[in-house]
């Protein structure tokens, strides 16, 4: 080992310019480092040990598991582990049937994030990012973001990785197609990570969403619960929850989005709680399309044919008188409101906003329609009122009043800008992309993104098919001896 300074010779670029000019000043050759071989070796060494200890720290499960099972098998013969496997077999198909989701939690959700992540992500991990320039060199060494931990889920895997010092979110963003693409997966969302300088990526393998969901089961009444009702299901395939208690809520789709089933998810899903008296679906439906069919669970109905001269429009004024008188007599005695027989919750379902806020031909009805929807959107949330809005156009000039509304969804949408407008600033960046669902009914329908309270990030869910035979049983069991065509 010595540092050795080497005058340049013949050979050298360098020497050869020296030539050329016999006066110049001697000039020298970085210095060349001699590695002794012993100490090369030494250092290989401890890395292959430093990996080794890594590899059975990372897989300790598994290979305690596999260790004992040979040491078994090396003890006692071959039969006693295989015997060992079996009754834990057996166990586990006991535990399934007396526990299937605490099976799913423990066992299965672990075991295939494990897989996962040997299989697949630790697997490619270097090549793919190395590849899609998530990685730096300096000075020769390669520095890798780090793998922390793979969730798997049935049709999705999240991925939680420490990014370099100094990258951001973005970077990812900008490659998530290459992720997608290396990782084998349809479609990567890059999250906020649980805390700075770290990320979540979700990995969509199969889209959980592709086939329509029917109906949901109709609950029972104390099951049901305003804050969260089940009207469908989310990427992930937990159910989908809407909140109606204190809040209102945007639907916003182009036409043949599905608008429709997301009404009817809601209506089907407080139906108990409508029969027992608690909940008051009052019902305006300018096309005398979507609603018509199931008038007759609804306490009030206002369409364009009955009273072209503002039946719809008294409804939402009336609704609106009631919910001021409930704000005087609730004034300084409570602040949550709980529904009863007295005061139910009412739910006031308008399928076509922009068609009382901007296409109605009267001026006149047009601004009593908005004053007394802005007088509802505004005060009602707290007095047990909701309004549920339908929408085509989310652009502003057809829906001022877009912003009264807490909660929104955003159904297929024509336009890549019409997203921010629905979900709020950035959300098409966060990966709403409704502007990109299917227009096929079965593959698109119904399908969109929400925003829920626990997180900014955009969530792809979709609302169950409400058919018109599902109406139709809905109104029987309201009204058994009113048929619904009749009562349409
Ligand atoms: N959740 C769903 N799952 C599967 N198919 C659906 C779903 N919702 C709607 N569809 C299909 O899509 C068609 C159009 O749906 P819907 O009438 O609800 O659209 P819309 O958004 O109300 O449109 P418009 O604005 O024209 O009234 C329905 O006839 C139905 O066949
Ligand atoms: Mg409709």
């Known amino acids: 080992?010595?540092?050795?300074?080497?005058?340049?010779?013949?050979?050298?670029?360098?020497?050869?310019?020296?030539?050329?000019?016999?006066?110049?000043?001697?000039?020298?050759?970085?210095?060349?480092?001699?590695?002794?071989?012993?100490?090369?070796?030494i250092v290989n060494l401890v890395r292959a040990l430093l990996r080794t200890i890594v590899f059975l720290v990372r897989n300790i499960v598994p290979l305690s598991v596999l260790s004992g099972l040979a040491w078994l098998g090396y003890r006692f013969g071959w039969l006693v582990p295989v015997l060992v496997l079996a009754l834990v077999l057996v166990g586990l198909s006991v535990w399934v049937v007396v526990d299937r989701p605490a099976v799913v939690r423990w066992v299965v959700r672990p075991a295939r994030s494990w897989w996962r992540l040997v299989s697949v992500y630790r697997?490619?991990?270097?090549?793919?990012?190395?590849?899609?320039?998530?990685?730096?060199?300096?000075?020769?060494?390669e520095y890798l973001p780090s793998l922390v931990r793979v969730r798997s889920g049935p049709t999705?895997?999240?991925?939680?990785?420490?990014?370099?010092?100094?990258?951001?979110?973005?970077?990812?963003?900008?490659?998530?197609?290459?992720?997608a693409h290396g990782f084998g997966a349809t479609l990567v969302r890059v999250r906020a990570g649980d805390r700075p300088g770290r990320i979540w990526l979700e990995f969509v393998r199969r889209d959980a969403l592709a086939e329509p969901i029917p109906a949901l089961p109709i609950l029972a009444p104390s099951d049901i619960d305003l804050s969260g009702l089940e009207i469908g299901r989310q990427e992930d395939g937990s159910p989908w929850r809407l909140r109606l208690l204190g809040t209102h809520v945007l639907i916003a789709g182009a036409t043949g989005a599905?608008?429709?089933?997301?009404?009817?998810?809601?209506?089907?899903?407080?139906?108990?709680?409508?029969?027992?008296?608690?909940?008051?679906?009052w019902a305006v439906d300018p096309k005398r399309m979507e609603l018509?069919?199931?008038?007759?669970?609804?306490?009030?109905?206002?369409?364009?044919?009955?009273?072209?001269?503002g039946g719809m429009v008294e409804l939402l004024e009336a609704a609106a008188q009631d919910m001021n008188a409930r704000a005087e007599r609730f004034a300084g005695m409570t602040r949550s409101f709980t529904p009863s027989h007295e005061?139910?919750?009412?739910?006031?379902?308008?399928?076509?906003?922009?068609?009382?806020?901007?296409?109605?031909?009267?001026?006149?009805?047009?601004?009593?329609?908005?004053?007394?929807?802005?007088?509802?959107?505004?005060?009602?949330?707290?007095?047990?009122?909701?309004?549920?809005?339908?929408?085509?156009?989310?652009?502003?000039?057809?829906?001022?009043?877009?912003?009264?509304?807490?909660?929104?969804?955003?159904?297929r949408l024509d336009e890549d800008e019409q997203v921010d407008m629905v979900l709020g600033d950035g959300a098409r960046d966060r990966g709403a992309l409704a502007d990109q669902i299917s227009s096929v009914p079965d593959i698109g329908a119904g399908v969109g993104f929400v925003r829920l309270e626990t997180t900014p990030d955009p969530v792809r869910v979709r609302a169950a098919y409400v058919s018109d035979h599902d109406i139709r049983a809905m109104v029987a069991l309201a009204l058994p001896d009113v048929d619904a065509e009749g009562a349409a």
Not at 164 to 179: H, M, S, Y
Not at 258 to 281: D, F, H, N, Y
Not at 292 to 309: I, V
Request: with cysteine.
């Open 156 to 179: 999705s895997d999240r991925v939680l990785v420490r990014m370099l010092k100094g990258q951001a979110p973005d970077a990812w963003e900008r490659v998530a197609v290459n992720l």
């Open 343 to 411: 005061f139910p919750f009412r739910v006031v379902v308008v399928d076509e906003l922009a068609f009382l806020t901007a296409y109605c031909p009267e001026r006149d009805l047009r601004k009593r329609a908005e004053s007394a929807l802005a007088v509802l959107t505004s005060q009602g949330r707290s007095v047990g009122y909701c309004v549920i809005g339908a929408q085509q156009d989310a652009r502003k000039e057809v829906n001022n009043l877009r912003n009264l509304f807490p909660d929104r969804i955003a159904l």
């Open 123 to 141: 697997r490619d991990w270097q090549p793919v990012l190395v590849t899609a320039g998530l990685t730096k060199t300096h000075k020769g060494r």
């Open 258 to 281: 599905g608008k429709g089933s997301v009404i009817w998810s809601t209506i089907r899903a407080v139906l108990p709680l409508m029969l027992g008296g608690l909940v008051e679906v």
């Open 292 to 309: 018509s069919f199931g008038r007759a669970l609804f306490e009030r109905y206002g369409r364009y044919r009955d009273d072209p001269k």
């Open 1 to 41: 080992m010595a540092w050795e300074f080497r005058k340049l010779g013949p050979g050298d670029n360098v020497a050869v310019e020296a030539q050329r000019d016999p006066f110049a000043a001697p000039k020298w050759a970085p210095p060349v480092w001699h590695m002794p071989e012993g100490l090369v070796l």
